[in-house]
């Protein structure tokens, strides 16, 4: 008999204890929201029912994991915890240096800290909020040059996250002398999560070759880009997820990771690279900010614990149901007429504020109008990105961002089918009565990351 082939993808584990949540009512909801200015990053999470705010952090770790946590070695300099994490992340990445910070923006504040600064400029296909951020702290300006396939949310092109290699070659031959590095994101966050391809990687190698320039990666969703490549790109089919990353870090000069992604911690992070020099500038800062270079702001536990995380991450059972589970929400939501960005990405599914909340002018934040809805419809907490996020410039100028969308990020191994079946009834009672949603004002902002802590209140 011929092994048969199921349409249900189910969990490669199974549950081993939980945590309860609270159930609340729609006018506990509209209290809790009101209270915190309107921004679901300031709401208390006991008050949250289904936490989509992010995946940074929030996954569940495995019985291995947690196994791990009891091998960690908390010796302040020269932890064996410390080379079992160097050795887990050179499997798979193998640069020369491998520098544990906190998370990733500690990571980034690093290296922009030592190659950014006044009049340089640092391209990449999608900057994220915190990489943005960090750049232009620095006085850099940050650049986005991603492919013009991802313009339109509702394209099927597989692979938006591409860097646009033309415009990249044209940046360093009329003002390379400002790039000092050049980035790209996998998967691109703010882009809808979308994947980067192989061969797009290769092209932007050879034009970094061309002008002799450092590709760095921001990789911290680096095993969903690589199951990405698996099914998606010619010639790539039926290979083992962790050859395809080797692959991806082989054409990187380093790496910065928030390992509260893909490997799968509740915390952490590492910068990584090939050139001494660099390194020995990045250790000098580690040091005053994060700490010696064998933790790194991290517990030892936490390196181990990590280590693990980075074997289970690509595990194709694993990646399987990841990626399909996420995929579930989204088309989900696309058949029944709820505009989402396609094709669906891995981590997330990114609902476009825009075509929901035409009404909403971009300078009143749809995205935001659409989040706070969410959550006072069904205590689902999710993440504007948009305007509220991208729109202040270094200037003080406030600009609508390209898209206005609103992330729906599912936490790794955390959620039942039965949680994401509610998410989707509570997005389809929101998008049923769009119109009657109206936009926000800022009432008070912080200079940078405005989207974390400031207020709001509704329009009249």
């Not at 509610?422 to 004002?441: D, F, K, P, Q």
């Amino acid at each position: 008999m011929d092994a048969p082939e199921f349409r249900t993808i189910i969990e490669p584990f199974r549950i081993h204890s939980v945590e309860p949540l609270r159930m609340t009512t729609p006018q506990q909801r509209r209290t809790a929201v009101q209270a915190a200015g309107y921004n679901l990053f300031r709401i208390d999470a006991q008050d949250v029912l289904i936490d989509l705010l992010t995946d940074s952090g929030t996954g569940a770790m495995s019985r291995d994991q947690w196994a791990a946590l009891q091998h960690g070695d908390e010796s302040y300099a020269g932890s064996p915890s410390y080379y079992l994490f160097r050795d887990a992340v050179r499997e798979l990445f193998p640069f020369e240096h491998v520098i544990p910070t906190h998370q990733g923006r500690a990571a980034e504040r690093i290296l922009f800290g030592v190659l950014g600064g006044p009049g340089k400029v640092v391209p990449n296909n999608t900057h994220f909020d915190t990489t943005r951020a960090n750049v232009e702290y620095t006085g850099a300006a940050a650049v986005d040059l991603v492919t013009s396939e991802a313009a339109d949310p509702s394209s099927d092109y597989p692979f938006k996250g591409d860097t646009d290699v033309a415009a990249l070659e044209a940046l360093l031959r009329t003002d390379g002398e400002r790039v000092p590095v050049v980035m790209v994101t996998i998967t691109n966050n703010s882009g809808g999560g979308q994947p980067v391809s192989l061969a797009n990687l290769r092209a932007v190698r050879e034009v970094c070759d061309t002008y002799g320039k450092p590709l760095f990666l921001d990789a911290c969703r680096f095993a969903e880009n690589a199951w990405f490549i698996r099914e998606n790109e010619a010639g790539q089919g039926g290979r083992e997820v962790a050859d395809i990353v080797r692959d991806i870090a082989a054409l990187a000069d380093g790496m910065t990771m928030s390992a509260k992604k893909d490997p799968m911690g509740n915390i952490g992070g590492w910068l990584a690279m090939n050139d001494d020099e660099l390194a020995r500038q990045c250790r000098d800062l580690l040091i005053l900010t994060e700490g010696f270079p064998t933790y790194g702001g991290l517990a030892g536990r936490d390196l181990e614990a990590l280590a693990q995380g980075l074997r289970e991450v690509v595990e194709h059972d694993y990646l399987r149901y990841r990626i399909r589970s996420t995929a579930y929400l989204g088309e989900s939501l696309r058949e029944a007429g709820v505009p989402v960005v396609s094709p669906i990405g891995g981590h997330a599914v990114y609902l476009d504020a825009k075509a929901l909340l035409p009404h909403v002018p971009p300078l009143q934040y749809p995205g935001q109008s659409l989040a706070v809805a969410l959550y006072e419809a069904g205590g689902v907490r999710s993440c504007e990105i948009g305007t509220v996020m991208f729109g202040r410039h270094p200037d003080g100028s406030e600009q609508p961002a390209a898209r206005e969308l609103v992330r729906l990020a599912i936490p790794r191994r955390t959620y039942t089918q039965s949680h994401i079946d509610y998410v989707i009834e509570t997005c389809l009672h929101v998008a049923a009565n769009a119109e009657s949603l109206g936009g926000y004002r800022i009432v008070d902002e912080p200079p940078n990351l405005r989207h974390f802590t400031a207020s709001f209140a509704p329009l009249d």
